[in-house]
């Protein structure tokens, strides 16, 4: 279990993380979702005692991570794959881990196995493709066989074979009773893999929810509309207090508004309509309305 | 303990501390034999054999640098971090472990410049360790090296960074103590009490054999004894590595 508590990180004039308060539930992969800059890596450095909370505190089982006792067997982490000497072989970066925390070299040829790096051992890290990497970072994090588990954005630039094997490599871990912390700024990827869900964004909480609500809570009212008139309308949604988001096909996507809504103000105006239909939105639509990272339709944009 | 064996599995699973050894032991037995081959005039005293530990020094204050750099370079200090979250207990095992393998290195190179020229000299009469000074020129090298990588070790931990780190002290210790001098009137004063000048007081001075010509040899200014010129070099490096310790404790890893 983790437990953020009115967590703060400023570094200078940045408000990295603002008032963050969150807890992560053992037995489910929880998704920390947010935008790029959103303070993901940031909260999870500070989970990990890295850095220092400006203010907040964040506790594992009820304590700060600097108190644990060799730490890596409570919670492991792979916070960034390219923490690596890259002229230390695999076997020699785990050796090292592995001594810290008191943990036999047998652990290092179990935690190897288990990302089938086993024949990879012996090369040096600095030659490893991405995945490669990745898996390396996880049996770093796996070494102490750790109850907590924390990843940030660990399926960033793999294959979708990659990508398959930690999405089911996490949620085995969960199904062990594990608690898992995932990072991810995909709200697509997160539905698959996570069962709860943190959104963050500008430093702040947005919601802390299952993955099914947040889903269904976000995307109710959107309403998707095609129109010659598209710019018209579109500033006169704005207007009205609606968030309108043009796609790529032309099409404006409302968010806020019933189809009835959107139809009666157009309508009003004469505007002629060639589709409404209300969305089951897609969900990176719904993200990024929340995270309020969306290109949003402005109305001095419309006059052109 | 257990630290001891993590910080020496690190150190020797990259290359660079093996390169800075072996350039280490190269620069500064090879310059001695150098100053042994061309030592016609006269004997050649023990002191002369010590006389090119200085390049040692440099290489494995390098050495030292790179041990933390490094590990900042490649976010290997944050594994470390995590690891350890004491901090302090892991940064004071890579200073043991980096001091006592400089003091190796130091050893070799003190006893191999000296051996060496003990091999290469015809005229052995001044070059026998007889006196408590003759020792000190041969083993103080390793005593040197030793409060020296500390030294690095802590302006590396404060700078992070490789290459600022290595031109601090290189640019400190080879220009900045000897252009010292061109200041008027206080050059000199300040010069003596500066730590590499210090340093090399420890073991190069108050040689008391007579086989060089008066003023033969770099020149050994200093106000303290030998064995005081020590202790304040260990003092300005443990004080620089105390200080490293605080800072790496206090700011984000
Ligand atoms: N060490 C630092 N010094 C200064 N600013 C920082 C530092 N670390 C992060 N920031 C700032 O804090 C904010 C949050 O960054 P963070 O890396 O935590 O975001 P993130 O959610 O992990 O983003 P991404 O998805 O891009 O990884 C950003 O504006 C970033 O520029
Ligand atoms: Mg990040």
């Not at chain 1, 009835?260 to 505007?271: C, E, K, P």
């Not at chain 2, 090879?30 to 390049?55: D, K, R, Y």
């Not at chain 2, 976010?75 to 043991?96: H, N």
């Not at chain 2, 490789?162 to 400190?172: D, E, R």
Request: charged letters at 20%; glycine letters at 10%; a neutral charge.
């Amino acid at each position: 279990m983790i437990e953020a508590i009115g967590l703060t990180k400023r570094y200078g004039n940045t408000v990295a993380v603002d008032n963050l308060s969150f807890t992560v539930a053992p037995g489910r992969v929880t998704g920390f979702l947010g935008p790029n800059g959103a303070g993901k890596s940031t909260t999870m450095r500070m989970i990990l005692g890295l850095d220092r909370p400006t203010s907040g505190k964040v506790l594992i089982d009820g304590k700060p991570y600097t108190q644990l006792d060799r730490p890596l067997r409570t919670v492991g982490a792979l916070l960034d794959a390219k923490w690596v000497h890259p002229n230390r072989s695999a076997r020699a970066h785990l050796d090292w881990l592995a001594k810290s925390n008191g943990l036999p070299g047998k652990r290092v040829d179990e935690v190897l196995d288990l990302v089938g790096l086993t024949k990879v051992a012996k090369r040096r890290a600095g030659g490893f493709s991405l995945g490669m990497s990745q898996r390396l970072g996880i049996a770093g994090a796996l070494l102490g066989d750790p109850k907590v588990l924390l990843f940030d954005e660990p399926v960033n630039g793999l294959d979708p074979e990659g990508i398959l094997w930690i999405r089911q490599f996490m949620q085995g871990l969960a199904a062990e009773g594990r608690t898992v912390l995932v990072s991810s700024h995909l709200l697509s990827e997160m539905a698959l893999t996570a069962s709860d869900l943190v959104v963050i964004g500008r430093g702040k909480l947005i919601s802390q929810s299952t993955t099914t609500e947040f889903v269904e809570r976000s995307t109710e009212n959107a309403v998707r509309v095609r129109s010659p008139h598209a710019d018209k309308l579109g500033a006169m949604l704005v207007d009205k207090g609606f968030t309108v988001r043009e796609g790529e096909d032309g099409a404006l996507t409302v968010t806020g508004a019933t189809s009835d809504q959107v139809g009666d103000i157009a309508a009003s105006a004469g505007v002629v309509l060639h589709e409404l239909s209300p969305q089951r939105g897609s969900l990176e639509e719904a993200f990024m309305q929340l995270t309020g990272d969306s290109v949003e339709y402005h109305a001095a944009e419309t006059g052109k | 303990m257990t630290l001891l064996a993590v910080e020496r599995i690190k150190l020797f699973t990259t290359r660079s501390p093996w390169w800075c050894m072996v350039l280490a032991l190269g620069l500064s037995i090879g310059f001695t034999a150098i100053i042994a081959a061309n030592s016609t005039e006269g004997a050649m005293p023990v002191v002369a054999s010590a006389f090119t530990h200085q390049f040692g020094l440099m290489v494995i204050m390098v050495m030292a640098a790179l041990a933390i750099t490094t590990e900042y370079r490649f976010g290997t200090i944050k594994a470390t971090f995590q690891a350890v979250p004491d901090r302090i207990s892991p940064l004071v095992a890579k200073g043991v472990v980096v001091a006592l393998l400089s003091a190796v290195v130091g050893l070799l190179v003190g006893f191999g410049s000296w051996g060496l020229s003990w091999l290469i000299v015809s005229d052995r009469s001044q070059l026998a360790l007889e006196s408590a000074n003759d020792w000190r020129h041969v083993l103080g090298v390793s005593l040197v090296f030793a409060a020296g990588s500390l030294l690095a070790l802590g302006v590396g931990t404060l700078v992070r960074q490789t290459a600022g780190a290595v031109s601090i002290i290189l640019v400190f210790a080879l220009l900045v103590e000897n252009l010292v001098t061109l200041i008027p009137k206080i050059g000199d004063d300040i010069q003596k009490w500066l730590p590499f000048t210090v340093a090399n007081k420890f073991v190069l001075g108050e040689a008391d054999s007579s086989g060089l010509p008066e003023g033969a040899g770099p020149p050994v200014p200093g106000e303290l004894s030998p064995w005081g010129s020590l202790a304040y070099f260990t003092a300005i490096a443990l004080a620089f590595f105390v200080v490293s310790l605080v800072v790496a404790k206090r700011r984000d890893a």
